[in-house]
């Protein structure tokens, strides 16, 4: 069985440099293919209704071409398949038609930068689940995709604002009493001068 075949065989995904040897032998007519690093936070956090941020970096030894690719999936919670729903390929965007992201995606990052972060607007609760970040910058091909958990939460109300509702509700509320006691007051001295 030749080198290639065992390479195959072995599903090897880092293919030799021509001054490299195998079994002490040169692979001709291959390239050198180092890893490619994909970065990106474990969690993220985002209230409902919200916009948020898809953080994605990678570390290449190649700069950055118009070969250079990314996409994004999404694995549903409680689902086996990830659905892609964002790629990017010689220099253009192309938006997956899966309903659940329609209208909603836009790239928020900087290819030039190594930044393939995106931003998902108005998040709901149907968006919880692990976000897939891949990339690939030939000849660096060979990466491990950056996984990031999205959990929406519903949405908090600031102090601020849960103490100006409260004292509105409170400053209402006693003006209801007062004015209720003034009326009330005031028909009794009318009674008292009609009568009197």
């Known amino acids: 069985m030749s080198i290639q075949r065992l390479l195959w065989a072995g599903h090897c995904t880092k293919r030799l440099g021509e001054d490299s040897t195998a079994v002490g032998r040169r692979v001709p007519g291959t390239t050198r293919v180092l890893a490619l690093e994909v970065f990106t936070p474990a969690e993220v956090f985002a209230a409902n209704g919200t916009q948020v941020k898809l953080e994605c970096t990678f570390k290449s030894e190649n700069v950055v071409t118009n070969s250079t690719s990314f996409s994004w999936s999404f694995l549903a919670e409680g689902q086996h398949y990830p659905v892609s729903f964002f790629h990017y390929s010689q220099e253009k965007v192309y938006l997956g038609d899966?309903?659940?992201?329609?209208?909603?995606?836009?790239?928020?990052?900087?290819?030039?930068?190594?930044?393939?972060?995106?931003?998902?607007?108005?998040?709901?609760?149907?968006?919880?689940?692990?976000?897939?970040?891949?990339?690939?910058?030939?000849?660096?091909?060979?990466?491990?995709?950056?996984?990031?958990?999205?959990?929406?939460?519903?949405?908090?109300?600031?102090?601020?604002?849960?103490?100006?509702?409260?004292?509105?509700?409170?400053?209402?509320?006693?003006?209801?009493?007062?004015?209720?006691?003034?009326?009330?007051?005031?028909?009794?001295?009318?009674?008292?001068?009609?009568?009197?």
């Open 98 to 196: 899966y309903p659940l992201f329609a209208g909603r995606v836009t790239w928020a990052g900087n290819i030039n930068k190594n930044d393939l972060s995106i931003n998902i607007k108005k998040v709901q609760f149907k968006h919880n689940g692990t976000y897939i970040c891949d990339a690939k910058n030939p000849p660096d091909i060979v990466s491990q995709p950056g996984h990031i958990r999205l959990l929406v939460k519903q949405k908090n109300f600031p102090i601020w604002e849960v103490v100006g509702i409260v004292t509105a509700v409170v400053l209402g509320f006693t003006l209801l009493i007062v004015t209720v006691l003034a009326v009330c007051s005031h028909k009794r001295n009318n009674k008292r001068d009609y009568t009197g």
